[in-house]
């Protein structure tokens, strides 16, 4: 048996699985770490932290499966994606904290650059948006934070990347300064089309080529574990995906048309558009889903459509902690169920504004069709089925931007644990809800791009076997029913 250890680099902490050829989780463990936020707005992350979490989670996911280190034969990762670091090439030594893809300090550099007119080409060379999410405008402002940086820089003695780039650097000693393609695409630093750096957009963010990592496949071997504790030399390091498109792949959403959504404290809604890169008209994000670098697929590219909504589980636990409705937030379903519907009641959980396809920061939450009839168990429906119906504006965006219309949606997170939240969503897509067996589809999807980069499977019709569904949820609502309710929906989305 050959085991496949995944690193799932988070936001809030990590974990680490380590599976079998068959899929089988037979060892898991995750460990969190500090947050920091040095003033209203910023988000920094030590890296030290981050790489103690990594090495601590593999110790016990490892203890956890009675498996020797000798017995793995590859490491695959993801990460959260925008959040952005210096290190030093020799020492591995971090230049400074890593700033979070949450972080909004460049909000004024990036109002400059929309006032000068570079918005329309920046969204045409790498399908995203001029906004601090990204890592770009991050690099530039870690570059201005400290001149003698830029000088460094450009005499090859620092280092930038993504997550999975300085995981890589500090699992190989140093040896490889490495991202692949899903990654290098969050960057506003990379071109859809050449699936390279852009010499236009780095002159923009005025940085340095020789910053950058080396951008790879997200399938293949990109280098071998050196002097990590509590591994043995040599493993192969082998599969890398940003969090959202190793969900993608997770999921086994390998056609052009198949989509996913992971339910977080946000939904992230990811479409797989094939080797078509697909301009929105809507406001979505186009991102390279991920290029495979051996097997049967060998230098095949896969693109995507992408939409956010910003408040999901997030307004579960408002119910439980701004409302005390709830004790915990699997309370909901068995509260929801104590009625039949609604009752007219409307939820818009617009807290943080609303994101595509409406794109309204200005917006605010709203519940709207409140009676003297209306109970607790209508508001806690409500707010199942607000998050479900913004997720059903961004799929008909996608529909529309990528000509494909929706047949399955597959989903994960810890909201699609959720039997009543999953049928409504099927009712009002009218199309099938599919769930898998492992809710953990980003790890999974480091998993199986490790396993095609050393041979563990041969190509993606072998992942697509041992992927397997827990339950389908299949629409069953009357139409006309749910017609009426999508326009009470655009009513109060209107209002918010």
Not at 44 to 69: F, M, N, R, Y
Not at 129 to 158: C, I, N
Not at 471 to 485: H, S
Request: glycine share 10%; aromatic share 6%; hydrophobic share 40%.
């Amino acid at each position: 048996m050959r085991y496949v250890i995944s690193i799932d680099q988070g936001t809030t902490g990590t974990t680490v699985l380590v599976l079998d050829e068959e899929l089988n989780i037979v060892g898991r463990n995750t460990c969190e770490f500090r947050q920091i936020y040095p003033q209203p707005g910023w988000v920094e992350h030590d890296p030290q932290d981050i790489w103690k979490s990594v090495t601590d989670c593999i110790e016990g996911a490892l203890g956890k499966a009675s498996v020797a280190a000798s017995d793995i034969t590859a490491i695959g990762i993801t990460n959260q994606r925008e959040t952005s670091l210096l290190w030093d090439r020799k020492t591995l030594a971090p230049e400074r904290n890593a700033i979070v893809w949450q972080d909004r300090r460049t909000i004024d550099y990036c109002a400059s650059l929309k006032q000068a007119g570079h918005e329309d080409m920046v969204r045409k060379r790498t399908g995203l948006v001029l906004d601090p999410y990204f890592s770009g405008t991050k690099l530039h402002w870690m570059l201005e934070e400290d001149p003698t940086r830029r000088k460094r820089a450009q005499a090859g003695e620092l280092a930038f990347g993504t997550i999975d780039s300085y995981l890589v650097a500090r699992l190989s000693g140093g040896a490889a300064h490495i991202t692949d393609v899903s990654n290098a695409s969050r960057t506003l630093l990379f071109g859809l089309e050449s699936l390279d750096w852009d010499d236009e957009l780095l002159s923009l963010l005025e940085v340095p080529r020789e910053l950058l990592p080396q951008v790879k496949s997200s399938a293949e071997v990109y280098a071998q574990t050196r002097g990590v504790p509590g591994l043995p030399d040599g493993i192969p390091i082998a599969g890398i995906a940003g969090d959202q498109q190793a969900a993608l792949f997770g999921q086994a959403c390998f056609d052009a048309g198949d989509a996913k959504c992971t339910y977080g404290t946000g939904a992230f809604i990811l479409m797989n558009t094939g080797e078509t890169i697909v301009p929105s008209k809507s406001g979505l994000l186009t991102t390279v889903a991920w290029k495979l670098g051996t097997g049967a697929e060998a230098g095949e590219t896969c693109y995507a459509l992408e939409g956010s909504a910003f408040i999901a589980g997030a307004a579960v636990q408002w119910l439980r902690d701004g409302l005390g409705v709830i004790e915990k937030a699997a309370d909901i379903e068995a509260m929801a169920a104590t009625v039949e519907d609604s009752g007219g009641v409307v939820f818009v959980p617009a807290f943080a504004g609303l994101g595509a396809p409406h794109w309204r920061p200005e917006a605010r939450g709203i519940i709207a069709g409140l009676t003297r009839g209306t109970q607790l168990g209508h508001l806690a429906r409500a707010c199942l089925e607000g998050i479900a119906l913004q997720n059903a504006d961004i799929l008909k965006a996608m529909e529309s931007d990528s000509g494909r219309s929706l047949k399955t949606l597959k989903v994960d997170g810890g909201a699609s644990a959720n039997n009543l939240l999953m049928q409504f969503q099927s009712d009002v897509l009218d199309v099938a809800i599919s769930r898998p067996e492992i809710l953990e589809t980003t790890a999974l999807g480091a998993a199986f791009l490790a396993g095609l980069g050393t041979g563990v499977w041969k190509s993606k019709s072998d992942i697509t076997s041992t992927w397997r569904e827990q339950r389908r949820f299949d629409p069953t609502a009357d139409r006309a029913a749910v017609t009426e309710q999508l326009t009470r929906w655009d009513d109060a989305v209107r209002r918010a």
